[in-house]
């Protein structure tokens, strides 16, 4: 981590979650040290991602939280983890964009921020099941004061269905949606990706929408920050042998690199050294 002392509130608690994560714990002591910020700056840092549910707070300090197969955080909670991944990842994914061509987004926090990187493809045809990804799109549509709508802006198709914590529509509707439609590619974020499990999700409904979208597409791209790999959701939705590429960030330790390539050999990685 740098010693940054500019750092929002934000960008430095996925910092800090990053680090307990790949230590499996932290102190304060030596937070404060490496961010040159307060202990009372830390432990305010500490006392958000406890009251997230994404750490524990141990004495001097904090572990993670080891989460259950079914546990499914809320879109909000979501989005301030791995912020400068997420934006790498998307930057890199949106490349894969075909101007003119069908895509499909699945929900999830990486493919929101891939959607506003799609803004600028010309003549794509959106089909979604997340409500957020949508309003990015939708927004681009709407005339502002400075004159009309973006130009090229995506023709957006929105699922029906049951809405998740994490602002996904799933269920039959989404399902029958989908299963009438073709893509050329789909970006699919997931909860989980493992060399045993293959896709997962701890949200049975969803698992049964992304197998659709999986199906429904030429091409399947996942877009995953590399906390996500080792990760195993209640449900397998996808074997590994059915992603055609997958983008992650720079922060995925070289050991896990060597296996997810021997698995995986449509792999990216976005972004700089995760020590730069």
Do not use: C, Y
Request: no cysteine.
């Amino acid at each position: 981590m740098s010693d940054n002392q500019n750092l929002l509130a934000e960008q430095r608690r996925a910092l800090i979650l990053d680090e307990v994560r790949r230590r499996g714990g932290v102190r304060v002591n030596e937070l404060t040290r490496r961010l040159s910020v307060s202990d009372m700056t830390i432990r305010r840092d500490l006392d958000a991602l406890a009251r997230q549910g994404v750490v524990e707070k141990v004495h001097g300090g904090a572990v993670p939280v080891v989460e259950a197969s079914t546990h499914e955080p809320g879109f909000e909670a979501k989005s301030t983890l791995e912020l400068s991944a997420k934006e790498d990842i998307a930057r890199a994914a949106a490349s894969m964009a075909v101007p003119g061509s069908a895509i499909a987004l699945s929900g999830g926090t990486t493919t929101f921020a891939l959607a506003r990187h799609l803004l600028d493809v010309p003549g794509l045809t959106v089909v979604t099941n997340s409500v957020r990804v949508a309003e990015v799109f939708h927004s681009a549509q709407r005339p502002t004061s400075a004159g009309g709508a973006r130009a090229g802006a995506a023709a957006v198709v929105l699922t029906g269905g049951v809405r998740t914590p994490s602002d996904s529509l799933v269920g039959p509707v989404a399902d029958r949606a989908i299963d009438s439609l073709h893509f050329d590619v789909l970006f699919l974020g997931v909860h989980g990706i493992s060399v045993e499990a293959g896709l997962s999700t701890p949200n049975l409904a969803e698992a049964e929408t992304n197998r659709r979208f999986v199906r429904a597409a030429r091409r399947v791209v996942v877009v995953a920050d590399h906390t996500k790999w080792g990760t195993v959701g209640l449900s397998s939705f996808a074997g590994l042998d059915e992603v055609d590429a997958f983008v992650t960030d720079a922060g995925v330790p070289d050991a896990a690199r060597q296996e997810i390539e021997e698995h995986l050999p449509g792999l990216v990685v976005a972004g700089g050294s995760p020590d730069e």
